[in-house]
């Protein structure tokens, strides 16, 4: 069964950073592509950043792109977010699943049930 857990999460203000972190069991790391995905209260979870099984391509939605950087060590089945200059928008409950597909198609929400319980990012003013 596969299994991830989300860390890293916390209060920050406005141009602040933080970095996530993903760790993944019950699945070969190196094998899949992997994402990050977002939802806010009352808004649909999106997806933020994925990249593929080796770490060489990463893609980004436009709304975080130049700000966040996503990455992975498959020695270690972790995953990670670095989020710089963050902003109030960017609140919202992160979370890391494996995915089928990287670039563009790796964005979209996937029909999956390896969802974690996240982490909460929040941005103050």
């Known amino acids: 069964q596969v299994q991830v857990v989300e860390s890293g999460g916390g209060l920050v203000q406005a141009g602040g950073s933080l970095r996530l972190s993903c760790t993944v069991s019950g699945l070969i790391f190196g094998d899949v592509s992997m994402g990050w995905f977002r939802q806010a209260p009352g808004k649909d979870r999106e997806g933020v950043a994925c990249?593929?099984?080796?770490?060489?391509?990463?893609t980004y939605a436009d709304s975080v792109e130049g700000r966040f950087a996503i990455s992975r060590d498959n020695a270690k089945n972790t995953l990670y977010l670095q989020m710089d200059n963050l902003r109030p928008e960017d609140t919202a409950m992160y979370y890391c699943v494996p995915l089928a597909f990287f670039g563009t198609r790796g964005l979209r929400v996937p029909d999956t049930t390896a969802w974690g319980r996240g982490t909460q990012v929040t941005v103050s003013l």
């Open positions: 990249i593929d099984w080796g770490g060489s391509i990463e």
